[in-house]
């Protein structure tokens, strides 16, 4: 995938959670945030590294770590990083239920430290 359409489908699995937040599917919400700002993060990738497309055949970009892909980005957290905390801690395993009990707050919360970190990364 090319950097615009990695962003672009940032901003859909942003959308996307905001309409399952708003259906009371919270940790569903959650887990489409984790997409969100993995994909941005591969978007900035790409352009920080001049590449015409995200390249996960090199050793280690088939990865879902947030952290390891935000050092790829010539970004520091230090910019965001109370944005950023609400989301690190993001791997996709939430989907088997490692995330419940979330609340409608803290799923309103990390839809809007996504909103924000999406405006700082893409």
């Given at each position: 995938?090319?950097?615009?359409?990695?962003?672009?489908?940032?901003?859909?699995?942003?959308?996307?959670?905001?309409?399952?937040?708003?259906?009371?599917?919270?940790?569903?919400?959650?887990?489409?945030?984790?997409?969100?700002?993995?994909?941005?993060?591969?978007?900035?990738?790409?352009?920080h590294l001049n590449w015409q497309s995200y390249r996960?055949?090199?050793?280690?970009?088939?990865?879902?770590?947030?952290?390891?892909?935000?050092?790829?980005?010539?970004?520091d957290r230090v910019n965001f990083d109370s944005d950023?905390?609400?989301?690190?801690?993001?791997?996709?395993?939430?989907?088997?239920?490692?995330?419940?009990?979330?609340?409608?707050?803290?799923?309103?919360?990390?839809?809007?430290?996504?909103?924000?970190?999406?405006?700082?990364?893409?």
């Amino acid at each position: 995938m090319t950097a615009q359409e990695l962003a672009t489908r940032s901003q859909e699995w942003l959308h996307d959670a905001k309409l399952l937040h708003d259906a009371g599917r919270f940790e569903s919400a959650i887990y489409l945030c984790g997409y969100a700002v993995e994909f941005a993060l591969k978007a900035r990738m790409c352009r920080h590294l001049n590449w015409q497309s995200y390249r996960d055949d090199l050793p280690g970009m088939r990865s879902h770590v947030l952290i390891n892909l935000l050092s790829f980005t010539g970004l520091d957290r230090v910019n965001f990083d109370s944005d950023w905390n609400e989301v690190s801690d993001w791997t996709p395993e939430i989907r088997y239920g490692g995330s419940k009990g979330i609340t409608s707050s803290k799923s309103s919360r990390i839809i809007s430290a996504v909103e924000a970190l999406l405006k700082e990364i893409l």
